[in-house]
């Protein structure tokens, strides 16, 4: 965006208007008082010539009452012809004096023209007033040298000095190296944004970015590669941007967004949208909602405060701040910054071989204990969590938490136990999803050859390529997937043959059923054949009877979990209960 070829702020369509039409109308009545002011020499002058006048008058009126409708073609057309004008009435005037005084009208075009246009177009502009003002000045013969030049003079020098003031103003708002808006062209617009909310009703949020790495890029690569960055940062999102939203740079390596329009929730998926156009840059968001009774102030003050809790809890996310969030989701952000302090914690639940009930894996299932509501079922506030913002801060919590626990109760029992994990489809679809991941593995020396993580079926359905990529890329270091809630869903059957796949979790309902169903008993054993064809080990889920776990043994189902063997535990139960195995850990 240089300034060389955008026309300064002021040039707003009604602004234009109202002062080309009035400084044409009044071309337009000098040339008027010029034929009738010297009655002598009117038959000198040729009558379509002095038709020119009035008609110049009533365009300059037309332009100031419509003008602000039509394109700035419009004007640059009108400016050209004008002059043309200009030259041929001052050519025509019979007196010397009256050809000097007509030149001098070009002052006012000039100064129109930088105060509107581009540069560009605006020099073009003075080249042909000047080109005209000479052949006029050379065809007449009778203008002195003297006044020739001062009119040269005034009509440059007034066209630099609107030119230059015009465009000083404009970029008092402007950030130089990005050509965003600043900080303080971002105050104005916020102040407007939030008059214009509160007499509407509209929603308003804004949102507060914070490049993660960008100090690093800047003392290893130079302060070359760091504005670089900037610049690629500003032109990315400002040509991705909701009509109405306005990218500031509000210094450093911060920038800030205003979505006139846009409740919490959509800011939220937005600025999510635009983190997600820059993965390798890393990025952390805070974002609030206008609420009534804030001042501008306020609402960036929370959007800061909901950035510096993405900053405390691991960067590379966004989150909403706590006063646009539902009460739930308020006290669950409060509880994330207290982490196990907080009332959260995981439970544990064996997964074990049914032909022996032997212990070979535990599933990490996230809990919370509200301190009002008490304990508050995962199906609950996990979506919450989704919806505002504060998954990926819950995904962190659960990963550490789990890994470790992991980690305690192998440690303690002898036996090589692998780990699962539950990952929600916006969690996995966040593009800095995998390097926590591995950073959580790395920092609690949890392996990942032991670690699986555990999907939804209608979430892989959702296709999205990041979270298979994502998938793809935890498989090459060791991880494994499962698909967890298999055969609630739409069938992905096609899909399981394509997917990074290891395991499949077959359904607490499906599993109900075997022993009370024989076409269930049936669809168990095709599945089990599905599962063996397909390379993958079938767990089954929410065995509650000892019936149900004979059927699994009978028909040979390699893994099953569920109420009978153990309900999901903290880690310190499990600890006291699974006796240390014989076998060495691993
Ligand atoms: P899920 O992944 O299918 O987890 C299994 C659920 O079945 C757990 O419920 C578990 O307590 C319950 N369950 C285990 N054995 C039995 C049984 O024998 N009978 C019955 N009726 N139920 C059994 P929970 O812990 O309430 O979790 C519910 C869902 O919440 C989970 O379903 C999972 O989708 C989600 N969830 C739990 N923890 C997390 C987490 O850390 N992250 C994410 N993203 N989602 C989680
Ligand atoms: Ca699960
Ligand atoms: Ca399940």
Redesign the pocket.
Known sequence: MGMSRMAPEVATPRVVARTTGLLTAMGGLAAIGLVLGTPGELARIHPAIAALGPITAVVGLGVMRWGNRVPQLFYRVLLAVGAVGIGLFAYVSPTESGAVAILALMVFASMAAFLFFSLVWSYSFLVELLVIGTVVVVARGDVTAGSALVLGVLVVGSAGAVGVLARRAASAGEDALTGLVNRRGFDEALDAAVRTSVRTGEPLSAALFDLDHFKAVNDARGHAAGDELLRTVADTWSSLLPPGAILARHGGDEFSLLLPGHDGAAALACAEALRATLPDVGTSVGVAQFALGDSPADLMRRADAALYRVKSVGRGRSELDAEGMSPLARDLAAALSAGRAGGLA??L?PIVTPADGETVGI?????WTHPDRGFV???EF?PV??REGL?GA??AF?WTA?CEDARTLSEATGRPLFLT????GL?LDDPGFVDRVLATLEATGWPAQRTVV?V?ESLVEAESTRSVRALEVLREHGLRVAI??FGTGYSALARLDTLPTDFL?L??SF??AITTSSRRARLLRSVMALADALDLILVA????TPEQARTLAALGCPLA?????S??RPVAELVAELAPADVPVV
């Open positions: 995981v439970h639940q599933e990490a299932l996230v809990r079922p995962p199906v996990v969590a989704e998954i819950l995904g659960v789990a994990v539950n990952v929600s969690e555990e939804t967890d809630d979790k359904d607490n599993v109900s889920e929410g065995v509650e979990q569920g109420y009978l063997y309900r999901p």
